[in-house]
């Protein structure tokens, strides 16, 4: 293991000795704990996604705890940083597992480190709960240990390529991704809806993952004269490419999947961030449902230091599927048990967001959300797609 992903990278609720020591004696549940483990991006150029899903998680476990944790035993959470590197995500995922001997993993965050991880825990029998992508890899029945937490990407790029043909009638539609298994992944679900609908993307462009190096990417997207853009990629280099696209004065429309659409995102483009529209897999963080109000209460009993965002959203949601995972469970906390009560039990209602797993079916929610920065550069729900 690399020393970004064992010292800088280590932050956990509780030391991570005396987590260590409490989960000795058997599968990462202890008398009186439970241990989860995190491998995300906590420095470099996606270091926001992975400390907002962070926020999220321990709100959700500090919310249980302060209610007397779960079976009577409190939750904690052992983060290791991998950078959104996949190599320093293996190590992380070995150490978590074979040195700290966590009950599960929680809140991964992005797809090619979730390529790397995913085998190393299905072969432990670890469960592997809520990874921030929508992968199509992860949704396929051989991961008897994954679960899903959000709508795929598939379904993410579908709904912004029908709101771009029926709302704005835009048909010459282009694609910059990122050049991984994640922007792949973006493309695919692009191309796939493009097609049910007869079109095909005008041009695509490609760049390196955690570089902005975005440019000549753009000036192929332009010289095709899209009437649209579609980002796949982080924050970081989408709102550069955004940013590079208005000031060479590209006036196409300007959407992205979720895995860019953080806070981050509106505050790096600025005044060149109105108008671009963002899907999200999380309702609107507001207290306009009782599962976003228990998810700001929770937010700001934690830590009045975290904003919320869509990306801590889906982290408490994560937080909370484990919890009620373990409630079925029972005191024994098996870890095959707690996969059989999530993937093969009746549906979770988090206060009216509700997750439905079954059969082969590894993902519990189908939701996605149209939101658009608007005058005021924050997120602003959308009902359909506008000419801004």
């Known amino acids: 293991m690399d020393g970004r992903g064992r010292a800088a990278g280590v932050v ?60 009577g035993r409190k939750l904690e959470l052992l983060s290791l940083d991998d950078a959104y590197e996949p190599a320093s995500t293996l190590a992380n995922t070995e150490s ?22 995913v085998p190393v825990a299905a072969e432990a029998g670890v469960p592997f709960i809520a990874p921030v992508t929508g992968a199509e890899f992860l949704r396929d029945d051989h991961w008897t240990n994954v679960i899903n937490l959000r709508a795929s990407y598939f379904q993410e790029t579908r709904e912004i390529v029908t709101r771009l043909v029926e709302d704005l009638g835009v048909e010459r539609i282009a694609v910059l991704y990122q050049d991984d ?28 993952r955690n570089t902005t190096a975005v440019k000549t990417a753009l000036l ?19 709102a550069t490419a955004i940013q590079w696209a208005r000031y060479i ?23 060149r961030g109105q108008g671009v529209y963002v899907t999200q897999v999380v309702p609107f963080p507001s207290p306009t449902s009782p599962i976003a ?12 230091r975290s904003s919320p965002s869509f990306v ?40 009216g967001f509700r997750l ?10 189908d939701q996605v959300f149209l939101t658009v920065i608007g005058p005021s550069l924050g997120y602003e729900a959308a009902q359909k797609m506008e000419r801004q």
């Open 12 to 71: 956990a609720l509780g030391t991570a000795l005396a987590a260590g020591a409490a989960f000795a004696q058997g599968p990462g549940a202890g008398e009186e704990t439970v241990l989860f483990g995190q491998s995300a991006p906590l420095s470099g150029p996606a270091q926001q996604l992975g400390s907002d899903v962070r926020a999220g998680i321990l709100a959700a476990f500090a919310e249980a705890n302060r209610k007397g944790g779960v079976q």
């Open 96 to 117: 978590l597992i074979e040195e700290h001997n966590v009950f599960a993993l929680i809140g991964s965050v992005g797809t090619p480190t979730a390529v790397v991880a």
């Open 181 to 208: 298994s994640y922007g792949r992944a973006g493309l695919n679900g692009v191309q796939a809806a493009l097609k049910e609908r007869g079109l095909e993307q005008v041009a695509v462009g490609v760049y390196t």
């Open 220 to 238: 192929e997207l332009r010289a095709a004269s899209p009437g649209a853009v579609v980002l796949i990629g982080a924050y970081t280099p989408v």
């Open 249 to 271: 004065g590209m006036e196409a429309i300007f959407a992205t999947v979720s895995f860019s659409g953080t806070n981050a995102l509106a505050e790096a483009m600025g005044e």
């Open 293 to 304: 109000r228990a998810y700001l209460a929770a937010l700001r009993a934690n830590s009045r």
């Open 312 to 351: 801590s959203f889906e982290g408490y949601l994560a937080g909370r599927l484990a919890i009620a995972g373990l409630e079925r469970t029972g005191p024994s906390l098996d870890r095959a048990e707690f996969l059989r009560q999530v993937l093969h039990g009746p549906p979770i209602d988090l206060h």
């Open 356 to 365: 439905s797993y079954g059969g082969d079916d590894n993902q519990g929610s």
